[in-house]
Protein backbone atom coordinates (compact mmCIF):
# COMPACT_ATOMS: atom_id res chain seq x y z
CA UNK A 1 0.00 0.00 0.00
CA UNK A 2 1.35 3.40 -0.98
CA UNK A 3 -0.13 6.25 1.77
CA UNK A 4 -0.07 9.86 0.27
CA UNK A 5 -1.30 13.54 1.81
CA UNK A 6 -0.91 16.95 1.52
CA UNK A 7 -2.92 20.42 1.36
CA UNK A 8 -5.19 21.93 -1.07
CA UNK A 9 -6.90 25.19 -1.14
CA UNK A 10 -11.01 25.30 -0.85
CA UNK A 11 -12.73 28.24 -1.03
CA UNK A 12 -11.53 31.79 0.09
CA UNK A 13 -8.15 29.82 -0.15
CA UNK A 14 -8.54 28.28 2.99
CA UNK A 15 -6.04 24.75 3.65
CA UNK A 16 -7.84 21.57 3.32
CA UNK A 17 -5.70 18.63 4.40
CA UNK A 18 -6.11 15.25 2.67
CA UNK A 19 -4.97 11.40 2.38
CA UNK A 20 -4.68 8.86 0.01
CA UNK A 21 -4.34 5.16 0.01
CA UNK A 22 -3.31 3.68 -3.34
CA UNK A 23 -2.28 -0.17 -4.25
CA UNK A 24 0.36 -2.04 -5.08
CA UNK A 25 -0.92 -3.20 -8.42
CA UNK A 26 -2.99 -1.12 -10.79
CA UNK A 27 -5.86 1.42 -9.75
CA UNK A 28 -9.18 0.05 -11.21
CA UNK A 29 -11.61 2.33 -9.46
CA UNK A 30 -11.09 5.23 -6.98
CA UNK A 31 -13.50 6.31 -4.07
CA UNK A 32 -13.81 9.77 -2.34
CA UNK A 33 -14.61 9.93 1.13
CA UNK A 34 -16.81 12.71 2.92
CA UNK A 35 -17.06 12.48 6.28
CA UNK A 36 -19.34 13.55 9.18
CA UNK A 37 -19.72 16.72 11.33
CA UNK A 38 -17.14 16.52 14.57
CA UNK A 39 -15.17 13.36 12.72
CA UNK A 40 -12.19 13.43 9.82
CA UNK A 41 -10.51 11.98 7.41
CA UNK A 42 -8.84 8.66 9.32
CA UNK A 43 -11.93 7.56 10.67
CA UNK A 44 -12.54 5.00 7.80
CA UNK A 45 -9.87 2.73 8.07
CA UNK A 46 -11.91 -0.44 7.50
CA UNK A 47 -13.19 0.70 4.40
CA UNK A 48 -9.06 1.13 2.89
CA UNK A 49 -8.16 -2.00 4.78
CA UNK A 50 -11.17 -3.93 2.46
CA UNK A 51 -10.65 -2.25 -0.93
CA UNK A 52 -7.05 -1.32 -1.17
CA UNK A 53 -6.38 -5.25 -2.12
CA UNK A 54 -9.21 -5.21 -4.54
CA UNK A 55 -7.11 -2.66 -6.26
CA UNK A 56 -8.97 0.71 -5.43
CA UNK A 57 -7.56 3.80 -4.51
CA UNK A 58 -9.05 6.11 -1.56
CA UNK A 59 -9.43 9.68 -1.06
CA UNK A 60 -10.58 11.42 2.21
CA UNK A 61 -10.35 15.14 3.08
CA UNK A 62 -10.93 17.15 5.96
CA UNK A 63 -14.13 19.18 6.03
CA UNK A 64 -13.10 23.52 6.73
CA UNK A 65 -13.49 23.28 10.66
CA UNK A 66 -12.36 19.32 11.02
CA UNK A 67 -9.49 17.75 11.75
CA UNK A 68 -6.22 18.88 10.53
CA UNK A 69 -7.80 21.82 8.66
CA UNK A 70 -8.25 25.26 8.35
CA UNK A 71 -11.10 27.06 9.80
CA UNK A 72 -13.35 27.44 13.05
CA UNK A 73 -14.12 23.80 14.63
CA UNK A 74 -17.88 23.11 13.40
CA UNK A 75 -18.17 26.34 11.71
CA UNK A 76 -19.37 27.03 7.83
CA UNK A 77 -20.13 30.72 6.73
CA UNK A 78 -22.47 29.20 4.18
CA UNK A 79 -22.83 25.49 2.38
CA UNK A 80 -21.25 26.89 -0.78
CA UNK A 81 -18.41 26.76 1.10
CA UNK A 82 -18.58 22.98 1.30
CA UNK A 83 -19.97 22.59 -2.36
CA UNK A 84 -16.87 24.10 -3.03
CA UNK A 85 -14.27 22.85 -1.13
CA UNK A 86 -15.63 19.14 -2.65
CA UNK A 87 -15.25 20.15 -6.16
CA UNK A 88 -11.60 21.71 -5.14
CA UNK A 89 -11.01 18.30 -3.71
CA UNK A 90 -12.71 16.15 -6.83
CA UNK A 91 -10.37 17.99 -9.30
CA UNK A 92 -7.19 17.28 -7.44
CA UNK A 93 -8.50 13.28 -7.48
CA UNK A 94 -9.06 13.14 -10.97
CA UNK A 95 -5.85 15.03 -11.76
CA UNK A 96 -4.44 12.43 -9.46
CA UNK A 97 -6.03 9.39 -10.96
CA UNK A 98 -7.33 10.60 -14.66
CA UNK A 99 -9.71 8.16 -16.73
CA UNK A 100 -10.81 5.79 -14.00
CA UNK A 101 -14.04 4.85 -12.64
CA UNK A 102 -14.94 7.16 -9.77
CA UNK A 103 -17.04 6.41 -6.52
CA UNK A 104 -18.24 8.59 -3.91
CA UNK A 105 -19.28 8.35 -0.51
CA UNK A 106 -20.26 10.78 2.31
CA UNK A 107 -21.44 9.69 5.72
CA UNK A 108 -23.82 11.23 7.86
CA UNK A 109 -23.67 15.23 7.34
CA UNK A 110 -20.73 13.90 4.65
CA UNK A 111 -23.95 12.11 3.05
CA UNK A 112 -25.82 15.12 2.40
CA UNK A 113 -22.50 16.98 1.25
CA UNK A 114 -22.63 14.32 -1.19
CA UNK A 115 -25.95 14.22 -2.26
CA UNK A 116 -26.21 18.03 -2.53
CA UNK A 117 -22.99 18.02 -4.96
CA UNK A 118 -23.91 15.14 -7.10
CA UNK A 119 -28.04 16.32 -7.57
CA UNK A 120 -26.71 19.90 -8.89
CA UNK A 121 -23.62 18.57 -10.90
CA UNK A 122 -23.48 14.95 -11.36
CA UNK A 123 -24.74 13.31 -14.56
CA UNK A 124 -24.28 9.62 -14.78
CA UNK A 125 -20.87 8.27 -15.82
CA UNK A 126 -19.69 11.83 -17.22
CA UNK A 127 -18.05 12.43 -13.83
CA UNK A 128 -18.82 9.62 -11.43
CA UNK A 129 -20.18 6.31 -11.73
CA UNK A 130 -21.97 6.27 -8.40
CA UNK A 131 -22.58 7.59 -4.74
CA UNK A 132 -22.89 5.74 -1.35
CA UNK A 133 -24.35 7.40 1.86
CA UNK A 134 -23.80 5.71 5.24
CA UNK A 135 -26.13 6.99 7.72
CA UNK A 136 -27.10 9.92 5.84
CA UNK A 137 -28.99 12.46 7.94
CA UNK A 138 -31.68 13.41 5.46
CA UNK A 139 -34.59 12.83 8.30
CA UNK A 140 -35.10 12.76 11.76
CA UNK A 141 -31.71 13.57 13.74
CA UNK A 142 -31.03 12.74 17.29
CA UNK A 143 -30.35 16.32 18.58
CA UNK A 144 -32.33 18.00 20.69
CA UNK A 145 -34.59 20.09 18.43
CA UNK A 146 -34.28 23.25 21.16
CA UNK A 147 -30.56 23.34 20.16
CA UNK A 148 -31.84 23.46 16.77
CA UNK A 149 -34.21 25.98 17.23
CA UNK A 150 -30.83 27.92 19.00
CA UNK A 151 -29.31 27.79 16.02
CA UNK A 152 -31.81 29.44 13.92
CA UNK A 153 -32.47 32.40 16.00
CA UNK A 154 -28.83 32.93 16.35
CA UNK A 155 -27.68 32.16 12.67
CA UNK A 156 -28.12 35.63 11.83
CA UNK A 157 -26.88 37.78 14.79
CA UNK A 158 -24.31 35.54 15.95
CA UNK A 159 -23.08 33.56 13.58
CA UNK A 160 -20.10 31.84 14.39
CA UNK A 161 -21.94 30.56 18.30
CA UNK A 162 -21.01 26.95 18.56
CA UNK A 163 -23.06 24.45 20.96
CA UNK A 164 -21.98 21.25 21.24
CA UNK A 165 -24.77 18.86 19.54
CA UNK A 166 -24.99 16.91 22.52
CA UNK A 167 -24.53 13.60 20.74
CA UNK A 168 -23.05 10.90 23.89
CA UNK A 169 -19.96 8.90 22.27
CA UNK A 170 -21.97 5.59 22.91
CA UNK A 171 -24.07 6.55 19.98
CA UNK A 172 -21.56 5.60 17.38
CA UNK A 173 -21.59 1.81 18.10
CA UNK A 174 -20.92 -1.15 20.35
CA UNK A 175 -17.77 -2.33 20.79
CA UNK A 176 -16.51 -0.45 23.51
CA UNK A 177 -13.02 -1.10 21.96
CA UNK A 178 -13.83 1.41 19.25
CA UNK A 179 -15.71 3.38 21.37
CA UNK A 180 -12.49 3.82 23.50
CA UNK A 181 -10.65 4.65 20.26
CA UNK A 182 -12.71 7.60 19.79
CA UNK A 183 -12.77 8.71 23.04
CA UNK A 184 -9.00 9.50 22.91
CA UNK A 185 -9.13 10.57 19.32
CA UNK A 186 -8.06 14.32 19.41
CA UNK A 187 -9.00 15.06 16.10
CA UNK A 188 -13.16 14.29 16.86
CA UNK A 189 -15.31 17.07 18.55
CA UNK A 190 -18.70 17.78 18.73
CA UNK A 191 -19.47 21.11 17.70
CA UNK A 192 -21.60 22.85 15.62
CA UNK A 193 -21.92 26.84 14.66
CA UNK A 194 -25.36 28.73 14.69
CA UNK A 195 -25.20 29.35 10.61
CA UNK A 196 -23.88 25.43 10.40
CA UNK A 197 -26.68 24.35 11.70
CA UNK A 198 -29.44 26.62 9.04
CA UNK A 199 -27.31 26.11 6.49
CA UNK A 200 -27.61 22.01 6.95
CA UNK A 201 -31.29 22.40 7.12
CA UNK A 202 -31.60 24.87 4.41
CA UNK A 203 -29.66 22.03 2.42
CA UNK A 204 -31.54 18.93 3.57
CA UNK A 205 -34.83 20.79 2.23
CA UNK A 206 -32.96 21.43 -1.02
CA UNK A 207 -32.25 17.54 -1.44
CA UNK A 208 -35.68 16.82 -0.82
CA UNK A 209 -37.44 19.39 -3.18
CA UNK A 210 -35.46 18.25 -5.86
CA UNK A 211 -34.49 14.52 -5.52
CA UNK A 212 -35.74 14.26 -8.93
CA UNK A 213 -32.30 15.71 -10.05
CA UNK A 214 -30.14 12.74 -8.59
CA UNK A 215 -29.22 11.28 -11.79
CA UNK A 216 -26.47 8.49 -10.80
CA UNK A 217 -26.51 4.78 -9.05
CA UNK A 218 -27.03 5.69 -5.54
CA UNK A 219 -26.60 3.08 -2.19
CA UNK A 220 -27.57 3.42 1.08
CA UNK A 221 -26.05 2.16 3.77
CA UNK A 222 -28.03 2.29 7.57
CA UNK A 223 -27.60 0.98 10.52
CA UNK A 224 -31.50 0.06 12.01
CA UNK A 225 -30.55 0.56 15.37
CA UNK A 226 -28.88 4.10 14.43
CA UNK A 227 -30.09 6.85 17.16
CA UNK A 228 -28.33 9.70 15.15
CA UNK A 229 -29.10 9.76 11.84
CA UNK A 230 -32.81 7.57 12.32
CA UNK A 231 -33.26 4.75 9.66
CA UNK A 232 -36.81 6.64 9.09
CA UNK A 233 -34.89 9.30 7.22
CA UNK A 234 -33.12 6.42 4.95
CA UNK A 235 -36.19 4.76 4.31
CA UNK A 236 -38.13 7.52 3.36
CA UNK A 237 -35.37 9.13 1.25
CA UNK A 238 -34.55 6.01 -0.68
CA UNK A 239 -38.78 5.60 -1.50
CA UNK A 240 -38.43 9.24 -3.25
CA UNK A 241 -35.50 8.35 -5.30
CA UNK A 242 -36.81 8.20 -9.13
CA UNK A 243 -33.39 7.25 -10.94
CA UNK A 244 -34.04 3.50 -10.93
CA UNK A 245 -30.60 2.00 -10.08
CA UNK A 246 -30.64 2.15 -6.60
CA UNK A 247 -30.29 0.08 -2.98
CA UNK A 248 -31.01 0.56 0.14
CA UNK A 249 -29.03 -1.80 2.61
CA UNK A 250 -30.27 -1.94 6.50
CA UNK A 251 -28.65 -4.07 9.00
CA UNK A 252 -30.80 -4.04 12.11
CA UNK A 253 -28.74 -3.72 14.85
CA UNK A 254 -25.91 -1.54 13.68
CA UNK A 255 -25.30 1.97 14.88
CA UNK A 256 -24.03 5.31 13.35
CA UNK A 257 -20.31 4.57 13.03
CA UNK A 258 -21.50 1.48 10.60
CA UNK A 259 -18.04 1.31 9.31
CA UNK A 260 -16.71 0.38 12.59
CA UNK A 261 -19.47 -1.21 14.57
CA UNK A 262 -20.34 -4.89 14.96
CA UNK A 263 -20.87 -6.11 11.85
CA UNK A 264 -19.25 -4.22 9.84
CA UNK A 265 -17.10 -7.02 7.71
CA UNK A 266 -21.04 -7.38 6.26
CA UNK A 267 -21.34 -4.02 5.40
CA UNK A 268 -17.74 -3.54 3.34
CA UNK A 269 -18.46 -7.03 1.75
CA UNK A 270 -21.71 -5.45 0.53
CA UNK A 271 -19.97 -2.37 -0.43
CA UNK A 272 -17.50 -3.86 -2.37
CA UNK A 273 -19.93 -5.98 -3.92
CA UNK A 274 -22.06 -2.88 -5.20
CA UNK A 275 -19.15 -1.43 -6.08
CA UNK A 276 -17.90 -4.49 -8.56
CA UNK A 277 -21.26 -4.37 -10.01
CA UNK A 278 -20.93 -0.65 -11.01
CA UNK A 279 -17.58 -0.76 -12.13
CA UNK A 280 -18.35 -1.17 -15.61
CA UNK A 281 -22.06 -0.47 -15.92
CA UNK A 282 -23.53 -1.69 -19.00
CA UNK A 283 -25.62 0.78 -20.76
Known sequence: MKY??????????VNLYYQSWHPQTEVRGVLSIVHGLGSHSSSYGNIVEHLIPRSYA???????????????RG?????????TDLKAFLQLVETQLP??????????????????????????????????????????????????TIGKILSRV??????????KLDTGARDEKVLAAYA?????????????STEFIDTVNWIHAHIEDLQIPLLIIQGGADTVTLPEGSRQFFQKVTFPDKELLEYPEAYHEIQDDFGYEQVMADLGSWLERHLSPTE
Not at 4 to 12: C, D, T, V
Not at 184 to 196: F, I, V
Open 75 to 83: HINSWEEIR
Open 158 to 167: LPRFTLSTGL
Open 99 to 148: NLPQFILGHSMGGVVVLDYVMRFCVYRSSLFGAITLAPAVGKLGISPFKL
Open 58 to 72: IYTFDLRGHGRSDGQ
Open 4 to 13: NEGLFQGAGG
Open 184 to 196: EDKLRHTRGSARL
